[in-house]
């Protein structure tokens, strides 16, 4: 009797913890489907809401999150009565303020045993016209001198170094420059593969730099094919032949000894069309 007690503890327990494992994950559907909504501001956002849960649904969640910024509820609303399906249809005006930004919005439905499904939509906004937008900074930027072996040009658009000799000439929005076959020295001069215009522009404002201060200051200096005798903390304006601006300021030359690590370095600003 006690083997026979215990034999119906173990299959209790085991046939508990399968219907356990069968437990399904709140879903939450959103319409829309495409994960990037592409809108201007004002533009009115209508998003079709579908939740399921094993369990009756309780609570309801919309938030939004800008980069570097903390979430804010747009929705926080009980569902009452507690049901399994829940249907919603949340409408939303495009805020002024999201103007040239990447927006994502997050959507949660909770059910009664603590289980959280989640849906996001990233929204994306053009930017009003005439707006400045601040511009975003990449760092560790380089290439080498000509006379290295290694990469000795760079593309503004994909802000990689490239190699003039294998490059296809879009690809080397700059490079280096130098006209002396077997110096040792690095040239400290740029040109283009790309008919890359340049403008040293030392008094711009690197730090606050936007699409419209970028084009202004370029549009307002003398456009060179070349730039030469380049020092650490120039800042060096770019326009290349599709458009694009890179707002470049040199954190860092190396002319060594030899040729092998001889290199500029850098961080960028990009404007793009």
Same mark, same amino acid.
């Given at each position: 009797?006690?083997?026979?007690?215990?034999?119906?503890? @173990?299959?209790?327990?085991?046939?508990?913890?399968?219907?356990?494992?069968?437990?399904?994950?709140?879903?939450?559907?959103?319409?829309?489907?495409?994960?990037?909504?592409?809108?201007?501001?004002?533009?009115?956002?209508?998003?079709?809401?579908? *939740?399921?849960?094993?369990?009756?649904?309780?609570?309801?969640?919309?938030?939004?999150?800008?980069?570097? *910024?903390?979430?804010?509820?747009?929705?926080?609303?009980? @569902?009452?009565?507690?049901?399994?399906?829940?249907?919603?249809?949340? /409408?939303?005006?495009?805020? /002024?303020?999201?103007?040239?930004?990447?927006?994502?919005?997050?959507?949660?439905?909770?059910?009664?045993?603590?289980?959280?499904?989640?849906?996001?939509?990233?929204?994306?906004?053009?930017?009003?016209?005439?707006?400045? @937008?601040?511009?975003? /900074?990449?760092?560790?930027?380089?290439?080498?001198?000509?006379?290295?072996? /290694?990469?000795?040009?760079?593309?503004?658009?994909?802000?990689?170094?490239?190699?003039?000799?294998?490059?296809?000439?879009?690809?080397?929005?700059?490079?280096?420059?130098?006209?002396?076959?077997?110096?040792?020295?690095?040239?400290?001069?740029?040109?283009?593969?790309?008919?890359?215009?340049?403008?040293?522009?030392?008094?711009?404002?690197?730090?606050? *730099?936007?699409?419209?201060?970028?084009?202004?200051?370029?549009?307002?200096?003398?456009?060179?094919?070349?730039?030469?005798?380049?020092?650490?903390?120039?800042?060096?304006?770019?326009?290349?032949?599709?458009?694009?601006?890179?707002?470049?300021?040199?954190?860092?030359?190396?002319?060594?000894?030899?040729?092998?690590?001889?290199?500029?370095?850098?961080?960028?600003?990009?404007?793009?069309?």
């Amino acid at each position: 009797m006690k083997n026979t007690f215990l034999l119906f503890t @173990i299959v209790l327990f085991i046939f508990s913890g399968c219907k356990k494992d069968k437990t399904k994950d709140v879903m939450v559907f959103i319409d829309p489907a495409a994960i990037h909504i592409y809108t201007a501001v004002d533009k009115i956002i209508s998003f079709g809401i579908k *939740a399921e849960s094993e369990f009756p649904l309780v609570n309801f969640k919309i938030h939004y999150k800008e980069p570097g *910024a903390s979430q804010v509820f747009l929705k926080d609303t009980l @569902i009452s009565p507690a049901v399994k399906k829940f249907n919603y249809t949340f /409408e939303f005006k495009v805020p /002024e303020s999201w103007a040239g930004k990447s927006i994502i919005i997050i959507f949660n439905a909770y059910d009664q045993e603590g289980n959280v499904g989640t849906s996001a939509r990233t929204i994306i906004v053009d930017p009003i016209e005439n707006t400045p @937008i601040l511009l975003t /900074e990449t760092t560790g930027h380089y290439f080498y001198s000509t006379h290295s072996g /290694e990469l000795d040009a760079f593309d503004i658009e994909t802000g990689t170094p490239q190699l003039i000799l294998t490059a296809i000439p879009n690809l080397r929005d700059i490079q280096d420059f130098d006209t002396i076959p077997t110096d040792s020295i690095l040239a400290r001069s740029w040109n283009s593969g790309s008919s890359t215009q340049f403008v040293r522009f030392n008094g711009f404002d690197y730090a606050n *730099a936007t699409n419209i201060s970028t084009v202004d200051a370029f549009n307002s200096g003398t456009k060179l094919q070349i730039v030469n005798n380049i020092q650490p903390n120039d800042i060096i304006i770019a326009k290349t032949s599709s458009g694009n601006y890179g707002v470049i300021k040199i954190t860092n030359i190396f002319d060594l000894q030899g040729v092998a690590n001889d290199r500029y370095e850098f961080n960028m600003k990009k404007n793009t069309q």
